[in-house]
């Protein structure tokens, strides 16, 4: 990782921004303590991780699987602040 001055930072943004572009990191430097990291941002596709796509099927065999609620959900969820376990 480089490490550049504050000062150095501000003469110099555009380069450091086209290095982190690249992939590089830029540690920014005041008085010789880092204060500042330049990285680029992580994005979701760059976690590694393949998206899989919908199992459709399994996803009609767990609901199918479901027991059938007996009332709807506005009727549960005042039956519980009515019955004061909400």
Not at 50 to 55: C, F, G, L, R, S
Not at 63 to 76: V, W
């Amino acid at each position: 990782m480089a490490a550049v001055s504050v000062a150095e930072a501000q003469e110099k943004l555009g380069e450091l921004i086209d290095r982190v572009a690249r992939g590089e990191r830029v540690e920014i430097l005041r008085d010789g303590e880092p204060v500042a990291t330049l990285s680029a941002p992580v994005r979701p596709h760059d976690s590694g991780r393949k998206k899989e796509p919908i199992d459709f099927e399994r996803l009609r065999i767990l609901r199918n699987g479901m027991p059938p609620q007996s009332e709807d959900a506005g009727t549960f969820m005042r039956r519980m602040r009515d019955d004061e376990r909400y």
